[in-house]
Antibody
Framework: QVLLQESGPGLVKPSETLSLTCTVSGGSIGYYYWSWIRQPPGKGLEWIAY???????NYNPSLKSRVTMSVDTPKNQFSLKMTSLTAADTAVYYC?????????????WGQGTLVTVSS | EIVLTQSPGTLSLSPGERATLSCRAS???????LAWYQQKPGQAPRLLISGASSRATGIPVRFSGSGSGTDFTLTISSLEPQDSAVYYCQQYGSSVSFTFGPGTKVEIK
């Protein structure tokens, strides 16, 4: 059973940079696809970023200028960096896996980590 | 960008009743690219259906998906108390992008 666990700061100041890490256990990070998704309190889901095992990436156009995703295969981790944070970035951030052969949906999710942007 | 609309916003039904949730896309979506998720309070979303109609591992048979083109449906054939949740549809778009619908909240009376 694949398990994903997000880690990062719970509180970030406005204008600062958020760094989140997702640690994958129970399976190799290689040959799969990985994503970050967020959910503001009481609201719906918003896809942020996607990265393949080969390193190709894609981002939500509305966030693209502020977001970078990377994969650390030896550590079985992948990460998200988001710059210039505002209160609108306050959300639960989830990491998720996409299946190898049909990377069109998210089959495993982390439990999520709440990030609050406040001074 | 394809926009997904879900209806109704909230569905309030009794145990044993049938729930029909709608997901409508602003443009045609391949069946392969349409998925449904269940999210309970304080939990991460859980994959229910992929490819419009394929149940994910461990999902009870009372959950079924159907549809094509711009109209997709998630049906819960006989509601159980633990089905109280928000249900989201999601589509995969060109240039590798993903969008979610706004969700339908299912309440069990």
């Amino acid at each position: 059973q694949v398990l994903l666990q997000e880690s990062g700061p719970g509180l970030v100041k406005p204008s600062e940079t958020l760094s989140l890490t997702c640690t994958v256990s129970g399976g190799s990070i290689g040959y799969y696809y990985w994503s970050w998704i967020r959910q503001p309190p009481g609201k719906g889901l918003e896809w942020i970023a996607y990265m393949s095992y080969s390193g190709s990436s894609n981002y939500n156009p509305s966030l693209k200028s502020r977001v970078t995703m990377s994969v650390d295969t030896p550590k079985n981790q992948f990460s998200l960096k988001m710059t210039s944070l505002t209160a609108a970035d306050t959300a639960v951030y989830y990491c998720a896996r996409l299946p190898r052969l049909t990377p069109y949906f998210f089959d495993f999710w982390g439990q999520g980590t709440l990030v609050t942007v406040s001074s | 960008e394809i926009v997904l609309t879900q209806s109704p916003g909230t569905l309030s039904l009794s145990p044993g009743e049938r729930a029909t949730l709608s997901c409508r896309a602003s443009q045609s979506v391949s069946r392969s690219y349409l998925a449904w998720y269940q999210q309970k309070p304080g939990q991460a979303p859980r994959l229910l259906i992929s490819g419009a109609s394929s149940r994910a591992t461990g999902i009870p048979v009372r959950f079924s998906g159907s549809g094509s083109g711009t109209d997709f449906t998630l049906t819960i054939s006989s509601l159980e108390p633990q089905d109280s949740a928000v249900y989201y549809c999601q589509q995969y778009g060109s240039s590798v992008s993903f969008t979610f619908g706004p969700g339908t909240k299912v309440e069990i009376k």
